[in-house]
């Protein structure tokens, strides 16, 4: 299969309505969530995902790679942001035996259903380094399931892959579950970026 052609650029206002419609093809993405809850800023039972996740795009404290193909529908993203802003998953675990304070994290990924396996999950988290990078670099840290071995749930991968990490230049710090694992990379500093 020839890779469809994809652009990638920053989540923002003028691109917000790109990105709530692929949410909204997705019912809310998780039960709803808009990739909310990961914000620090987040209160679960009393902030409405999708007002409080748009307010957050619109006043530049939530970022993400935004992948849009051919006809600028948006097929997947890659949410990042300075790790005092965003919370990860097995945090009890995490804070049992925390790694080197990271600048960065990732901390959401997600491709529409009817485009996986066509590189976007790929493209979206070079889009988000290429952005981190370009915004000073640093160390970066996630929390992700390996796949090694086994058949994984889609929606236990809203972070990617071990793997698919590894592939970018990542290594694993420590695990923090049956199947997750911190992984962390350096990145140098370079110039500005569209994603």
């Known amino acids: 299969m020839t890779p469809e052609p994809y652009t990638i650029t920053r989540l923002d206002g003028t691109t917000w309505n790109a990105f709530a419609d692929l949410v909204e093809r997705h019912?809310?993405?998780?039960g709803g969530c808009w990739c909310a809850p990961h914000h620090a800023e987040y209160q679960r039972g009393t902030s409405d995902p999708r007002?409080?996740?748009?307010a957050l795009v619109r006043t530049g404290r939530a970022r993400a790679a935004l992948v849009l193909d051919a006809d600028g529908n948006?097929?997947?993203?890659c949410q990042y942001g300075r790790s005092?802003?965003?919370?990860?998953?097995?945090?009890?675990?995490?804070a049992h035996d925390p790694p080197p304070e990271a600048r960065w994290r990732i901390a959401?990924?997600?491709?529409?259903?009817?485009h996986r396996g066509r590189g976007i999950a790929r493209a979206a988290l070079q889009g988000a380094l290429a952005a981190i990078a370009a915004d000073g670099g640093g160390l970066v840290e996630a929390i992700s399931e390996t796949t090694a071995g086994r058949k994984a749930q889609g929606r236990f991968l809203f972070s990617g892959t071990v793997e698919l990490f590894e592939e970018l230049g990542f290594t694993r710090?420590?695990?923090?579950?049956?199947?997750?694992?911190?992984?962390?990379?350096?990145?140098?500093?370079?110039?500005?970026?569209?994603?």
């Open 27 to 30: 019912h809310g993405i998780y």
């Open 51 to 54: 007002p409080f996740k748009e």
């Open 74 to 77: 948006a097929q997947g993203w």
């Open 84 to 94: 005092e802003s965003l919370r990860l998953k097995h945090a009890r675990a995490y």
């Open 108 to 114: 959401c990924l997600f491709v529409d259903q009817r």
């Open 173 to 195: 710090v420590r695990p923090v579950g049956k199947y997750a694992w911190i992984v962390s990379h350096t990145l140098p500093a370079h110039g500005p970026s569209g994603a």
